[in-house]
């Protein structure tokens, strides 16, 4: 049985991120769900971290918000705000990965997707950063109105953004 890591949203908080992959010891695959950026300030370390780990990797709403502030285009239409607001409410995180990152290094996150579909070990896995019908930003929620939608999803294994955790396709 593949043993399978998943991370997300560790808004470029190095020393949580690595803290995690300790906790999570060693894994066959290791999926990370986007929101690499933000926040915090060692998002590019981050990136180099989870791409020497080979990692499949997702673009998150901030990782989406920092290249739309390159002026590059985004996957998807969300809302985005402009670098100004940004920093207001988020603090300089995306400022100073701008000069922190390579351009190869941005070339690598504007090539991602904020969805991936795997299949492992016979299960097909829908990976998003959001929800199922909206990637980019949709939160589900505990109070999400409506988890019937989820039957409808073709996977059989969904896992969303927002999420910390360390699963095994052994367990039920």
Same mark, same amino acid.
């Given at each position: 049985?593949k043993r399978?890591?998943?991370?997300?949203?560790?808004?470029?908080?190095?020393?949580?991120?690595e803290?995690?992959?300790?906790?999570m010891?060693?894994?066959?695959?290791l999926?990370?769900?986007?929101?690499?950026?933000g926040y915090?300030f060692? /998002?590019?370390?981050?990136?180099? &971290? %989870?791409?020497?780990? $080979?990692?499949h990797? =997702?673009?998150?709403?901030?990782?989406?918000y920092?290249?739309?502030?390159l002026?590059?285009?985004?996957?998807h239409?969300?809302p985005?705000?402009?670098?100004?607001?940004?920093?207001?409410?988020?603090?300089?995180s995306?400022?100073?990965?701008?000069?922190?990152?390579?351009t190869?290094e941005v070339?690598?996150?504007? /090539?991602l997707?904020?969805?991936? &579909? %795997?299949v492992?070990? $016979?299960?097909?896995? =829908?990976?998003?950063?959001?929800?199922?019908?909206?990637?980019?930003?949709?939160?589900?929620?505990?109070?999400?109105?409506?988890?019937?939608?989820?039957?409808?999803?073709?996977?059989?294994?969904?896992l969303?953004?927002?999420?910390?955790?360390?699963?095994?396709?052994?367990?039920k």
């Open positions: 049985m399978v890591g998943v991370l997300s949203d560790v808004h470029g908080n190095l020393g949580a991120f803290a995690c992959l300790a906790h010891g060693q894994v066959d695959l999926l990370f769900g986007g929101d690499l950026l915090y060692d /998002g590019p370390a981050i990136l180099r &971290r %989870l791409r020497q780990l $080979g990692a990797c =997702l673009l998150g709403n901030h990782d989406l920092f290249l739309s502030h002026g590059r285009p985004v996957p239409d969300i985005t705000p402009t670098a100004a607001e940004y920093r207001k409410r988020y603090g300089p995306l400022e100073l990965a701008t000069s922190a990152l390579t190869e070339d690598f996150l504007a /090539g997707r904020s969805e991936q &579909r %795997l492992v070990e $016979g299960r097909t896995l =829908l990976q998003v950063h959001g929800s199922p019908w909206r990637p980019g930003d949709e939160y589900v929620y505990p109070d999400f109105p409506a988890f019937e939608r989820f039957d409808t999803v073709d996977a059989d294994v969904v969303m953004g927002h999420i910390l955790h360390d699963w095994n396709l052994e367990q």
